[in-house]
């Protein structure tokens, strides 16, 4: 179970893919968790979470972006133009971040100077910044545009049942990840953060129905099992797009463990529900603008740091570490606030600036990570005053 997930998490083309493929079926990635991946499901296609992993140059995407911009669209690009993206059918891009929103032009521009790079179907999302009556209305027009797009290319039909049965098959995929999450949070957590990172990967990297099944043997073999935590501290990662096991892995060789994350790719896409009474792209559409975990979304700190309080308190959590690639600007500004009102409450947080991908820095955060463990031990040993 926990092996194929981690193959899904590790490698782009994974054997779910090669015989989704085999099988006749197509393959759209897509750039942000703002993206329903219940469209996509309800049209015939895998939806896939475009990733950055396995890059050793940058030398494409070096080529299109400056030197000061977040290294994960530019991971995604060399990768696309070296071909490792050739199994996708489709690709949909939109405004995450305005790194990732050039996304949508490098890929178009690198398209026609690397013949093959841009899959058959290349679609634009835009998505607003703001949860309020006319943001969730444009927000639906869009997915009305995506839709037809879809269905004009690919030739398929998205009726309003087929659109019901994926949000309740995702809807039932968000439960089971819930449970996982559960398990995390409990004092004796069974599950390191490496393995759990992997299967919140898995989850946008295969076919839901193989997902939700794998995870229900994964979630009764847990309850099971003995604890992984004694005498780790329990930590909490945060911050900007972290698909990398190695840096979860080097994170919990300090003596931790990771019991909960609120990073893109992570555990950041299912605390609701959608709506199953509602019209379909309504729901759709409240759900997923109404998500304001992600730091894009304008003024709505105060509930995700409500929200980020709440798992603190249920994973009885020893530190927080507030993780950002560089040049990310929401993260990275937001880490820093964060930083400031966590440390207020007594609760150690480390803050690091990292890279994506080729040049990833092991032993410089391995540095940093076992100093902050230091620090939290000193202050678990130290008596209050």
Same mark, same amino acid.
């Given at each position: 179970m926990i092996d194929a997930m981690r193959e899904a998490a590790t490698t782009l083309e994974n054997r779910f893919v090669r015989e989704w493929k085999e099988a006749g079926g197509k393959v759209v990635g897509y750039s942000c968790t703002f993206i329903p991946e219940e469209i996509l499901h309800a049209a015939g296609?895998?939806?896939?979470?475009?990733?950055?992993?396995?890059?050793?140059?940058?030398?494409?995407?070096?080529?299109?972006? *400056?030197?000061?911009?977040?290294?994960?669209?530019?991971?995604?690009?060399?990768? %696309? &133009?070296?071909?490792?993206? +050739?199994? /996708?059918?489709?690709?949909?891009?939109?405004? *995450?971040?305005?790194?990732?929103?050039r996304?949508?032009?490098?890929?178009?521009? %690198? &398209?026609?100077?690397?013949? +093959?790079? /841009?899959?058959?179907?290349?679609?634009?999302?835009?998505?607003?910044?703001?949860?309020?009556?006319?943001?969730?209305?444009?927000?639906?027009?869009?997915?009305?545009?995506?839709?037809?797009?879809?269905?004009?290319h690919f030739g398929v039909t998205v009726s309003d049942r087929a659109l019901r049965a994926s949000i309740s098959l995702y809807n039932e995929g968000r439960k089971a990840l819930q449970k996982l999450d559960g398990l995390r949070l409990r004092r004796e957590t069974a599950i390191s953060g490496e393995d759990a990172m992997a299967v919140l990967i898995a989850a946008h990297a295969m076919p839901l129905d193989r997902f939700i099944r794998s995870l229900e043997e994964l979630t009764?073999?847990?309850?099971?099992?003995?604890?992984?935590?004694?005498?780790?501290?329990?930590?909490?990662?945060?911050?900007?797009?972290s698909d990398d096991l190695d840096f979860i892995r080097v994170i919990e060789e300090s003596g931790a463990i990771v019991v909960?994350?609120?990073?893109?790719?992570?555990?950041?896409?299912?605390?609701?529900?959608v709506d199953e009474q509602a019209d379909p792209l309504?729901?759709?559409?409240?759900?997923?603008?109404?998500?304001?975990?992600c730091p894009r979304m304008l003024g709505y700190y105060g509930s995700r740091r409500s929200f980020v309080s709440g798992v603190i308190e249920k994973g009885a959590v020893d530190g927080v570490i507030l993780q950002n690639v560089r040049f990310c600007d929401l993260h990275g500004s937001e880490n820093s606030i964060f930083e400031r009102d966590l440390e207020a409450r007594g609760i150690p947080c480390m803050r690091i600036e990292r890279e994506y991908g080729p040049l990833s820095e092991t032993g410089r955060i391995r540095m940093r990570i076992d100093a902050f463990m230091e620090r939290i031990s000193q202050a678990a040993s130290t008596p209050a005053v």
């Open positions: 296609l895998l939806p896939f979470r475009l990733r950055g992993i396995g890059t050793t140059s940058l030398s494409i995407g070096d080529s299109y972006y *400056g030197a000061v911009n977040c290294s994960v669209p530019k991971c995604i690009l060399q990768l %696309a &133009g070296q071909g490792s993206y +050739g199994f /996708l059918d489709g690709s949909i891009v939109t405004n *995450g971040c305005d790194s990732m929103r996304l949508d032009e490098c890929w178009r521009t %690198a &398209g026609r100077d690397y013949p +093959g790079t /841009l899959p058959g179907y290349h679609g634009y999302f835009a998505v607003p910044h703001k949860s309020v009556d006319y943001s969730v209305a444009f927000y639906e027009e869009e997915l009305k545009r995506m839709k037809e797009a879809l269905e004009g009764a073999k847990l309850e099971r099992s003995p604890s992984l935590s004694n005498g780790k501290k329990r930590l909490l990662l945060m911050g900007s797009a909960a994350d609120t990073v893109c790719y992570g555990s950041r896409t299912y605390g609701s529900l309504h729901a759709l559409s409240s759900h997923y603008l109404g998500n304001s975990i």
